[in-house]
């Protein structure tokens, strides 16, 4: 069965710094291009970053940029999200999600980030 599942969620102060886990399994991991989006309460899912299957190409919100890095190691069949600077506004559920248009897309359950003093 395809599988994503985040971790390494938490409460961190203003200013702190987190890495999210996405482990991936059951669907061909270097087929995909990898995101993270987050949630806040009230308000939509934004896409936060994302990076192609080579791991040679990353896009992120302008919300994100020079404080967040995505990555991905194949041979680990995992991506990850560096979060550093955090801010009260980073707080949400992050989420990271697997595609490869026209194939497949596979989310993962979610991960809490609540950041605050």
């Known amino acids: 069965q395809p599988q994503l599942v985040e971790s390494g969620g938490g409460l961190v102060q203003p200013g702190g710094s987190l890495m999210l886990s996405c482990r991936a399994s059951?669907?061909?991991?270097?087929?995909?291009?990898m995101s993270w989006y987050r949630q806040a309460p009230g308000k939509g899912r934004e896409l936060v970053a994302s990076i192609n299957n080579a791991a040679d190409k990353s896009t992120y919100a302008s919300s994100v940029k020079g404080r967040f890095t995505i990555s991905r190691d194949n041979a680990k069949d995992t991506a990850y999200l560096q979060m550093t600077s955090l801010k009260s506004e980073d707080t949400a559920a992050y989420y990271c999600?697997?595609?490869?248009?026209?194939?497949?897309?596979?989310w993962g359950q979610g991960t809490q980030v609540t950041v605050s003093s």
């Open positions: 059951g669907f061909p991991f270097l087929s995909a291009t």
């Open positions: 999600k697997a595609i490869q248009t026209g194939a497949f897309e596979y």
